[in-house]
């Protein structure tokens, strides 16, 4: 009865485990900051999404437990760990963070190169107006 | 008994995994990867709360992954306005 639940959460638990040491080991290794972005993104998100699964599985089936706050958050990590890594890159590239030497083709650089000055003009612009027109208000 | 074995063979993976990350953090030249790695680092400490909640096998620390969980987020989140904007939170009039 509980062997089962010792098999299955012990298999995914060693599985999630495996998962995080080898995106731990592809942020060490890979050469930009993107490409290890990807690697701590990905792998990682999977690897606690297998142990906090098994865990679940464990609790459920030896002890007849269903823990709600484990589901919470299996969901929550799900949900946002890829925004935190997209938000991390876009301020790294924002910040012209360079590429790898390898690299062949970089095509958000057109992009960036219109609307990032568009942006930047249009917030100096708030942000004088904001300035000058705070004491005014305040006297 | 071997899932005991097993538990801490799966802690000790994920402290192999923390300090791969750490050694990210004290090396990254820039404050992006120190960011990442230190957003690995919180997801990684959430599974290892989990393991460990089966090790000892209580449900007392099921509230700590949620709350690491958000904690990371968050920091994470305000980290990374900070780097492309410079505020944290911006005063839209």
Redesign the interface.
């Known amino acids: 009865m509980s062997g089962s639940g010792e098999v299955i959460g012990a298999a995914l638990i060693l599985i999630g485990a495996v998962f995080s040491l080898i995106s731990a080991i592809g942020n060490v290794r890979l050469p930009d900051v993107y490409t290890r972005s990807h690697a701590a993104s990905k792998s990682s998100t999977l690897g606690v999404l297998c142990a906090l699964l098994g865990t679940l599985l464990y609790f459920l089936i030896s002890d007849g437990y269903f823990s709600i706050r484990l589901i919470l958050g299996i969901f929550f990590v799900f949900l946002t760990a890829p925004v935190a890594a997209h938000m991390i890159c876009r301020s790294a590239y924002r910040h012209h963070v360079p590429l790898a030497e390898g690299t062949v083709q970089d095509e958000l650089k057109d992009y960036y190169m219109e609307n990032e000055n568009m942006e930047l003009d249009s917030e100096d612009q708030i942000d004088v107006t904001e300035i000058e027109s705070k004491p005014l208000a305040t006297d | 008994m071997i899932?005991d074995t097993?538990?801490i063979?799966?802690?000790c993976?994920?402290v192999?995994?923390?300090?791969?990350?750490l050694?990210?953090v004290v090396k990254g030249p820039?404050s992006?990867?120190r960011?990442?790695?230190l957003?690995?680092v919180g997801?990684?400490i959430?599974?290892s709360i989990?393991?460990f909640?089966?090790f000892l096998h209580t449900?007392a620390f099921?509230?700590l992954?949620?709350l690491i969980?958000?904690l990371?987020?968050i920091g994470?989140?305000a980290f990374?306005?900070f780097?492309?904007r410079g505020v944290v939170i911006e005063?839209?009039?």
Do not use: P
């Open positions: 899932f097993l538990m063979i799966a802690l993976l994920l192999l995994a923390i300090m791969a990350n050694y990210r820039s992006a990867d960011v990442q790695a957003d690995s997801i990684n959430i599974a989990a393991v909640s089966v449900h099921f509230d992954i949620l969980g958000i990371s987020f994470t989140t990374a306005k780097l492309e005063r839209k009039r």
